[in-house]
């Protein structure tokens, strides 16, 4: 049997000690420690999505696009060959491009003919989709005019040249073609304002020979410098340096406004406390006294109350010489208490008791009893007469009705 007894207890210390670590685990402050955790991982994940995108959207708007072609269509017949390009909203205000325009060109008679030619680039504020010439001077931001000419080669190296490279041009791999880059514009920048930046340009390609063109393009590039030099150049490293100051600026003012949010509401919840302390005090001290008062209806007996106890005078024994224990009964003291009341009434409205009754049921009885009153008394006797008429009238009503 005691080893029996032995075994269980093992086995419960063995599973107490078992289930300690789990028990901890489990704890309310395990539970809220799990909770914080969970929702710092939480808020910082989403505010670090929130600084990528913050970051992508910021990179987008600040640093413009390297590099912007447009393919120019020209047009023939009436004057020289010009064309209009519309340009969107690629370029950016107060950022420095270098523009240059490309012609590709075939080595005929006419155009080595033409020798020196000018283009002319024009850029305009207002996008044009349309063939028309602009000439007002309030639509153009800029204009600039470059000369160009085709690679001079005399007779004999342009005829050893081509029979060189026979089998290419046969083949169909070099053409009799050449193409002009021409830099129109270095440096130009746009003063801040939509109205500001160029949305089309236009180009004009002036001769005095009819020349012929396969296509021409322009092509604007960005030239950096600050913040967008090493953002373009430095891209890891400027994300991860934006991204992370943007994530901890994030989680400083969420930081801030937790602090402010707890401590107002912890603020109100403490000063609505006391308010509800007093109404459940008053709740609870009502049904305290609702309680006693049913309590004392419920209770038919109560061993320290007076009202159940005898009327009578009672006289208890003691041991040895000791002066004997006399109750002197609950009818006395209610005496006592008319007395007190009778004299607080004489005094206070000089209204004399109704005891005639019991004065003359005393005289009566002492007549009968064959004694008689000398008139002769201080007024401690009357009151000591008076007081045993009273026990006396009470004695026969309480044994009237004992009867």
Do not use: C
């Not at 640093?63 to 064309?83: A, K, M, S, T």
């Not at 305009?124 to 085709?150: C, F, H, K, M």
Request: no cysteine; proline share 4%; charged share 25%.
């Amino acid at each position: 049997m005691a080893s029996s007894e032995e075994e269980h207890s093992l086995v419960v210390k063995t599973v107490e000690t078992a289930l300690t670590p789990l028990r901890a685990a489990l704890s309310k402050p395990a539970q809220r420690a799990y909770l914080g955790t969970f929702l710092f991982a939480a808020t910082s994940l989403i505010l670090l999505g929130v600084a990528t995108v913050a970051y992508s959207l910021f990179y987008l708007n600040f640093v413009p696009q390297v590099g912007l072609e447009r393919v120019i269509h020209l047009q023939f017949g009436n004057g020289h060959p010009h064309g209009i390009v519309s340009l969107g909203t690629a370029l950016a205000s107060l950022q420095s491009y270098d523009i240059t325009v490309n012609l590709h060109l075939p080595r005929t008679p006419s155009n080595l003919a033409a020798g020196n030619f000018m283009l002319e680039l024009s850029l305009l504020s207002l996008p044009s989709n349309t063939l028309v010439t602009i000439d007002t001077s309030s639509d153009v931001l800029a204009r600039s005019l470059r000369p160009a000419i085709l690679t001079y080669a005399s007779p004999i190296v342009d005829t050893a040249s081509k029979v060189s490279q026979l089998p290419w041009y046969l083949l169909g791999w070099r053409k009799e073609s050449e193409t002009l880059e021409v830099s129109m514009m270095e440096g130009v920048a746009f003063p801040k304002g939509w109205r500001n930046v160029p949305g089309s340009l236009r180009l004009e390609i002036q001769s005095h020979e009819q020349m012929q063109i396969y296509h021409a393009t322009v092509k604007f590039v960005a030239r950096f410098s600050g913040l967008r030099w090493i953002m373009y150049n430095h891209r890891i490293l400027s994300f991860l340096a934006f991204t992370t100051t943007f994530w901890f600026v994030s989680m400083t003012s969420t930081f801030i406004a937790w602090l402010v949010l707890s401590t107002y509401f912890s603020s109100s919840s403490t000063e609505q406390k006391p308010i509800k302390h007093d109404e459940d005090t008053t709740d609870s001290q009502a049904k305290g006294t609702i309680k006693t008062e049913e309590e004392e209806e419920d209770d038919p007996f109560d061993a320290f109350s007076t009202e159940d106890l005898s009327d009578t005078q009672r006289t208890f024994p003691t041991l040895g010489r000791q002066m004997p224990l006399r109750f002197p009964g609950r009818a006395i003291e209610g005496i006592k208490r008319e007395e007190s009341q009778e004299e607080e009434i004489e005094r206070t409205s000089g209204i004399q008791p109704l005891i005639g009754e019991a004065d003359d049921e005393d005289e009566y009885l002492e007549r009968r009893d064959g004694r008689t009153d000398s008139g002769l008394g201080t007024s401690l006797e009357e009151g000591i007469s008076r007081r045993e008429g009273v026990q006396r009238r009470r004695s026969r009503l309480f044994g009237g009705g004992e009867r």
